[in-house]
């Protein structure tokens, strides 16, 4: 004869314990979102360095025309520069060199900007190397 075993009430009914289950989807979720964080993080930094460096040849720009007297001996500076040329010269220095702080590709634009920043505030335009940077910024510029 077969008995069949019936328990009673609270005695001898366990069931299986779900902590490994929810011990797994508790790791899956936080390496997921430490993913999807680092991820976002990266993207933002390149976005906002792109955006500086478009920014920075923008600013470039419209400095407008910069002298080049490298052919005239005799006219080695300009005398006066409009205060905006300055600052959006000032501008486009700072930008660049935070777009090369948060990525490394624009420092070569940086160094060239800043280059030109340094021909434009000393007014001699007769800088061989500074026209060089001029053109090697607009150069990278047209690359963006």
Not at 97 to 120: F, Q
Not at 123 to 137: K, P, V
Request: hydrophobic residues 45%; negative net charge; aromatic residues 4%.
């Amino acid at each position: 004869m077969q008995q069949t075993l019936v328990p009673e009430a609270g005695v001898g009914t366990t069931e299986p314990s779900r902590r490994p289950q929810v011990l797994t989807a508790v790791a899956g979720f936080v390496i997921g979102a430490s993913v999807i964080g680092m991820l976002w993080a990266l993207s933002s930094v390149n976005a906002g360095a792109l955006e500086d460096a478009q920014e920075a040849c923008n600013a470039l720009a419209r400095v407008g025309t910069i002298p080049d007297t490298t052919d005239s001996p005799g006219d080695r500076t300009v005398a006066v520069l409009a205060p905006e040329i300055l600052h959006r010269m000032t501008a486009a220095r700072e930008l660049s060199a935070a777009a090369a702080a948060a990525n490394d590709t624009y420092r070569p634009l940086a160094d060239h900007i800043d280059g030109v920043s340094r021909m434009v505030f000393s007014l001699h335009f007769n800088e061989i190397s500074g026209q060089r940077h001029l053109s090697q910024a607009e150069q990278l510029c047209t690359q963006l």
